[in-house]
Nanobody, 128 residues
Framework: QVQLVESGGRSVQTGGSLRLSCAASGSTFSTCDVGWFRQSPGKEREFVAAIRWSGGRTLFSESVKGRFTISRDNAKSTADLQMNNLNPEDSAIYYC?????????????????????WGQGTQVTVSS
């Protein structure tokens, strides 16, 4: 089991930047893929970005590609989501998730079922 705690969410203006962090506890974090998802009121949880356990592969949704980056530090058991050029459509609760899977298929990585452990989320609000 991996316990996850997100931080860094706050209110920013359009065009601003935020860095979300996901702190993990548990010995298996370094073997887990990490994903970031977001959810707005009345909408389904949406895939944002993911990074392979090794850090060697990443994947982004089309809506954030070019604006967001994802990174991890297995020695510190952390994973970060750097978000630049934010717009109001990025407003949501952002969740960090971890899953230990053999493969990193994009069609799987974008699904919540790829992940076994979830944090409680951090709120991001972007005002125009």
């Amino acid at each position: 089991q991996v316990q996850l705690v997100e931080s860094g969410g706050r209110s920013v203006q359009t065009g601003g930047s935020l860095r979300l962090s996901c702190a993990a506890s548990g010995s298996t974090f370094s073997t887990c893929d990490v994903g970031w998802f977001r959810q707005s009121p009345g909408k389904e949880r949406e895939f944002v970005a993911a990074i392979r356990w090794s850090g060697g592969r990443t994947l982004f949704s089309e809506s954030v590609k070019g604006r967001f980056t994802i990174s991890r530090d297995n020695a510190k058991s952390t994973a970060d989501l750097q978000m630049n050029n934010l717009n109001p459509e990025d407003s949501a609760i952002y969740y960090c998730a971890a899953g230990n899977r053999q493969d990193f298929r994009p069609s799987d990585v974008i699904r919540t079922s790829h992940y076994d452990n979830w944090g409680q989320g951090t709120q991001v609000t972007v005002s125009s």
